[in-house]
């Protein structure tokens, strides 16, 4: 993506005229007198050999690699200050400069930092080494530690300006996309909703994006980059009293006052979709992500600001459900509402009261068949009910933030369900699903440690499986719990390859231990030699870093044939046998260990 354009600077910079200015100076005591001698110093120094001695004496490189760029511009600006000619401009392009330096990341104390080393820098060439002082040397750098000191309050006065800007933003407004928040946004409605007059109506968008995982990866800048120019190309589609907030991340909720006809609010929806799917298209080809809208209208829908955006909600759910861009709010979507919303509070009471259970799915060696493994799967037999599909109860646990628990409690069954696997002369090791907010609770790894001692089995006799997704390093956190993790003894896993970045340099520099091609990959091998020849690739790469190989979905000998000849060190699927409970597992280990365990089956 285009990353050149520099992020539009929105701060309030304190103004500075000529009476600001004369203030200014008269504070500091900067009078005709200093101005004349730091005008006589620049006769003896140049600016640019006073920049060149002012960058030498800190180590500009130390700063990060963000920043350094707009401290340097700052320094060799700073070093012109014996060119001034007492207008406003220098000091204005010296606080344009700074606040770029701030807002990229500078610490609050630089100015002050760099005003001294260039008075040092003065005094060294005023006087260099000598015992003797001219009463002009001595005036001359009076006069540049007045005017050092004038500019490093004015400096001060921008940055504490910059900070209070962000705190009102954080109160009331984005600080980057500079249009109302969520907060905000609630106010706003009311009062809108409020002064909705009769035959009036108002309507209310909420848009969302998925973005690809290559959206997820940005740095926060570009990151920051995207959203301002979707909020901008959003903004340009609207009327002028149309209000535009952002609700979070990717998420924004567009107020439509004074509305003659509810299909203004479809025809505003699908506007908002196109406009997105355009700029990214023309800005942001490389971007995936898929947006959707949902919208309501008052006073029919609701006519009450948390009723109306329930609606609205409702309505980009079902967007979303059923693939559209767009779906407004009707009655029949509000029934399926609440099913959806009975569907929630039973998987919550499942989960309180343990109904879940956790299968088993053998692993098994290549080319021996034998067993070597498990993968725990969450199963949930309701009374009289469809089967609930794990991905469903999953989507529902992270939407009312239960996956911690989910993830606690599969590992607390996991570690029972090993003891007695080892009771029944089962040695294997058993693979847990984690999900990447897990990596974010410091407190996992030692409730690993605890679980598995409570049960007298070895942390390493569990592998804990991640996705790539959830392993590309948001924050520092998320790689070091891997390592304490793995500390802990548990293996780790990359699971689904090849579905999500299938960067090899993740291989490279994640510590893992195994690698499960997904199903997707594997159930093509044996179609088209291209395929075959993807994984091959991934399985000779995966060597080379030292992981193990398991392929999963494994549903035919014809596979299981291609997978061998690549090398490929377990499998997984219907061909051996798919998840079953504890008992039938041991059942199925027991009833294969005369036939399986030394001579393949094949
Ligand atoms: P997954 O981790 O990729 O698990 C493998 C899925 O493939 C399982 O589906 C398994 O039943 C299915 N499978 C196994 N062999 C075959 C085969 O030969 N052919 C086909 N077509 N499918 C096969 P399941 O149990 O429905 O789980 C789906 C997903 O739900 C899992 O995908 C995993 O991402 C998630 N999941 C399941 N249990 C848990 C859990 O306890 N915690 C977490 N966080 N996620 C879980
Ligand atoms: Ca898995
Ligand atoms: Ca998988």
New binding site residues.
């Given amino acids: 993506m285009n990353t050149s354009a520099p992020l539009p600077v929105r701060s309030p910079y304190p103004l500075i005229d000529e009476d600001t200015l004369a203030r200014l100076l008269l504070r500091y005591r900067v009078g005709q007198s200093e101005q004349a001698a730091v005008r006589a110093f620049g006769r003896i120094i140049s600016s640019r050999d006073l920049a060149d001695a002012l960058l030498s004496r800190f180590d500009l490189a130390e700063a990060s690699v963000g920043v350094e760029p707009s401290l340097r511009a700052f320094c060799i600006e700073l070093a012109r200050i014996t060119e001034w000619d007492f207008t406003p401009a220098w000091p204005i392009r010296m606080v344009a400069l700074w606040s770029e330096c701030y807002l990229s990341g500078a610490v609050a104390e630089f100015p002050f930092v760099a005003i001294e080393a260039l008075l040092a820098s003065c005094q060294q060439n005023l006087f260099s080494d000598r015992a003797m002082v001219h009463r002009l040397e001595l005036d001359i750098l009076t006069a540049l530690v007045r005017l050092g000191w004038c500019l490093g309050g004015l400096l001060s006065e921008v940055s504490i300006d910059h900070e209070h800007a962000f705190r009102l933003d954080a109160e009331d407004g984005d600080a980057v996309l500079g249009i109302p928040n969520r907060r905000r946004f609630l106010t706003l409605l009311a009062e809108r909703l409020s002064g909705l007059a009769d035959e009036q109506i108002l309507g209310l968008l909420v848009l969302d994006i998925e973005w690809g995982r290559s959206v997820d990866v940005l740095a926060m800048d570009e990151r920051d980059h995207l959203r301002l120019a979707l909020s901008d190309a959003i903004r340009a589609v609207l009327r002028s009293n149309d209000v535009l907030c952002t609700l979070g991340e990717d998420q924004w909720a567009i107020i439509l006052p004074e509305l003659l006809h509810p299909a203004q609010v479809s025809l505003a929806g699908n506007k908002v979709i196109d406009a997105c799917e355009v700029l990214r298209g023309n800005n942001f080809p490389g971007q995936r992500g898929r947006f959707h809208a949902g919208g309501a209208w008052a006073p029919e829908h609701a006519d009450d600001p948390l009723g109306l955006i329930q609606a609205a909600r409702s309505a980009l759910a079902a967007a979303k459900t059923a693939g559209r861009a767009f779906d407004h709010f009707s009655s029949d979507l509000a029934a399926r509402g609440q099913s959806d919303a009975g569907f929630e509070s039973e998987v919550a009471r499942a989960l309180e009261s343990r109904q879940f259970q956790i299968f088993l799915?053998p692993q098994v060696e290549l080319p021996s068949r034998r067993l070597v493994g498990a993968?725990?799967?969450?199963r949930w037999h309701r009374e009289g009910q469809a089967i609930a599909?794990?991905?469903d109860i999953?989507a529902v646990l992270e939407r009312i933030g239960l996956m911690g628990e989910?993830?606690r409690w599969?590992i607390q069954q996991t570690a029972q369900v090993l003891a007695t696997l080892a009771h029944a002369g089962c040695e294997v090791a058993v693979s847990v699903?984690?999900?990447a907010d897990d990596l974010n609770d410091p407190e996992l790894p030692l409730f690993i440690g605890q679980t598995c001692e409570t049960w007298r089995v070895p942390t390493s006799r569990m592998c804990f499986?991640l996705t790539e997704g959830s392993l590309v390093p948001r924050d520092g956190m998320s790689k070091h719990n891997l390592e304490v993790l793995r500390v802990g003894g548990g293996r780790l896993a990359l699971?689904?390859f090849g579905t999500g970045y299938s960067s090899m340099d993740y291989l490279r520099r994640l510590p893992v231990d195994e690698l499960k091609l997904d199903?997707s990959f594997v159930e093509r091998i044996t179609l088209t030699d291209n395929d075959r020849a993807i994984v091959e690739l991934m399985v000779r790469i995966a060597h080379t870093f030292g992981l193990d190989v398991v392929a999963?979905?494994?549903?035919d000998v014809a596979t299981e044939t291609v997978l061998r000849e690549m090398g490929c060190d377990r499998a997984?699927?219907?061909?051996y046998a798919?998840?079953m409970s504890v008992e039938q597992f041991i059942k199925w280990w027991g009833a294969r260990r005369e036939g399986a365990l030394d001579t393949p089956v094949l």
């Fill in positions: 799915q993968e725990a799967l969450l599909s794990p991905p999953l989910l993830s599969v699903n984690l999900v499986e699971d689904d199903k999963e979905g494994v549903e997984q699927g219907y061909l798919p998840a």
